[in-house]
């Protein structure tokens, strides 16, 4: 049984360029993701230290 072998070809010029635009655009994507992600945090522990904040004021004056 004789099996052959075919070598892979090198990408193109085309194929190299089309390849990172993609990572390119996944790469924004990912950013635009951890930007919404941290925004929202940066939200609810804002809203947390305000409610917190609030709690040890009403406990102090009472």
């Not at 635009?21 to 919404?36: N, S």
Request: no cysteine.
């Amino acid at each position: 049984m004789a099996y052959e072998t075919q070598e892979k070809q090198p990408p193109t010029k085309q194929e190299r360029e089309a390849k990172k635009e993609l990572a390119r655009k996944d790469a924004e994507q990912a950013l635009i993701a951890r930007k919404k992600e941290d925004d929202a945090f940066r939200a609810n522990f804002e809203r947390l230290k305000a409610e917190r904040l609030a709690r040890e004021a009403a406990e102090t004056s009472s």
